[in-house]
Structure formats: structure tokens, C-alpha cells
T-cell receptor, first 114, second 112 residues
Framework: EPEVTQTPSHQVTQMGQEVILRCVPI?????FYWYRQILGQKVEFLVS????????KSEIFDDQFSVERPDGSNFTLKIRSTKLEDSAMYFC????????????FGEGSWLTVV | QKEVEQNSGPLSVPEGAIASLNCTYS??????FFWYRQYSGKSPELIMS????GDKEDGRFTAQLNKASQYVSLLIRDSQPSDSATYLC????????????FGAGTRLAVHP
């Protein structure tokens, strides 16, 4: 069964460093998302991406965050200068129009900022 | 801010019993409703989706939707210890690109 894959599964970084989280969405999907979940809290929407541009972003997704689809398969989230409060699990997700509105999640990348 | 509300639990049920999980949402324009299961430290896993009022059954799971009451529920029949997890209710935000708004989740504990 096709799945969304994410790397790395866990990354520890120092405050102020740049981090890139990588995702390979399901191959025929057209809509891509990043969500995050701070430990013990709810899953929060960060950004959606369609047709090679951001379609919607939350107030969390400030200038420190960016997304990119550098080729036909990868979808990346970059955090330019990490803060302690960026420590969270980051989930990539994707969907296509034929699956209705069903969004499929990757296994997540656990980011720890120290 | 559009919200999705769930009782945080924990909901404790004995093995073999029916577990009933509830969710309310605030945006009347929402059209798609989802239940995800999340084990600790893992990603959300889709259990059920429901789009129309009424019941939808899939194996031991039944989702119920009442748009007039802005209420969606999940019933798990013959609960198993492996069902112990956090169940997340998610509602699409209408318009745009169908981002999901999640509730905080209900922890379910099924004890033998």
C-alpha cells in the first residue's frame, strides 16, 4: 500500500540552527500538508501546498518556516532558526482528489531543539 | 477560531465492551469528518471517514454523524486491548484546500 515517507525520524538540533525535514508524498497525490504536534498537545495545521505553491498557512507558519517541492517527489519543510518551542513531532501528509478529502499521514519526524 | 472538541478521557472499558467516543465541532460549513487512531509516539492512522448524516459501519467500527447537532461519534464494538490508543476527531475546514482541524483526542484504555 502506498505511503507517505518522512526523514529523518528523529533529529536533535541546537537552538538557532536550520533544520530541513523531508517527505515523499504518495506518488499520485496533488495536495501536500505539514502538521505538527507538540508533546501532549493536539495535532496542528501548519501549511498546505498545491500546484507548486502555498495554498494556505496557519499563524504558526511564520517567516522562520518555508516549504519547497524541489523535484517531482520530495516535499520539504525548512525551519530557518530553530527555537526551543519548535520541538515537536512534524507530520507530512498528502491527498488526491480521488480519495475524497482523506488525508494520509507519514510516520513523523521528531524534532528536539536544545 | 473553529474548534473541534473531545472529552480527553481516559475512557476505560473492559475487553469485549462497546467504547463510545464523541466529538463536537463549531463550523457548520464542514462537510467531511474523520476518526484517526494515534498510538503514543506514532502518527495518526485513519479509522473512518463520514460525510453524510447517519451511521457508517466498517467492521467493529461505526461512525455516526449529526450535522444539525454538529456532532460526530465513533463506536467500537468488541473492544480489544489493542484498541487502547488516543482517538482523534478531525473535521475539514471548508473552502480552500481542505485542511483538517483536529480535536485534542480521547484516550481509550481497554482492560482485559
Amino acid at each position: 500500500e502506498p505511503e507517505v515517507t518522512q526523514t529523518p525520524s528523529h533529529q536533535v538540533t541546537q537552538m538557532g540552527q536550520e533544520v530541513i525535514l523531508r517527505c515523499v508524498p504518495i506518488s499520485n497525490h496533488l495536495y501536500f500538508y505539514w502538521y505538527r504536534q507538540i508533546l501532549g498537545q493536539k495535532v496542528e495545521f501548519l501549511v498546505s501546498f498545491y500546484n507548486n505553491e502555498i495554498s494556505e498557512k496557519s499563524e504558526i507558519f511564520d517567516d522562520q518556516f518555508s516549504v519547497e517541492r524541489p523535484d517531482g517527489s520530495n516535499f520539504t519543510l525548512k525551519i530557518r532558526s530553530t527555537k526551543l518551542e519548535d520541538s515537536a513531532m512534524y507530520f507530512c501528509a498528502s491527498r488526491d482528489s480521488s480519495s475524497g478529502n482523506t488525508i494520509y499521514f507519514g510516520e513523523g519526524s521528531w524534532l528536539t531543539v536544545v | 477560531q473553529k474548534e473541534v472538541e473531545q472529552n480527553s478521557g481516559p475512557l476505560s472499558v473492559p475487553e469485549g465492551a462497546i467504547a463510545s467516543l464523541n466529538c463536537t465541532y463549531s463550523d457548520r460549513g464542514s462537510q467531511s469528518f474523520f476518526w484517526y487512531r494515534q498510538y503514543s509516539g506514532k502518527s495518526p492512522e485513519l479509522i473512518m471517514s463520514i460525510y453524510s448524516n447517519g451511521d457508517k459501519e466498517d467492521g467493529r467500527f461505526t461512525a455516526q454523524l449529526n450535522k444539525a447537532s454538529q456532532y460526530v461519534s465513533l463506536l467500537i464494538r468488541d473492544s480489544q486491548p489493542s484498541d487502547s490508543a488516543t482517538y482523534l476527531c478531525a473535521v475539514n475546514h471548508p473552502g480552500g484546500y481542505n485542511k483538517l482541524i483536529f480535536g485534542a483526542g480521547t484516550r481509550l484504555a481497554v482492560h482485559p
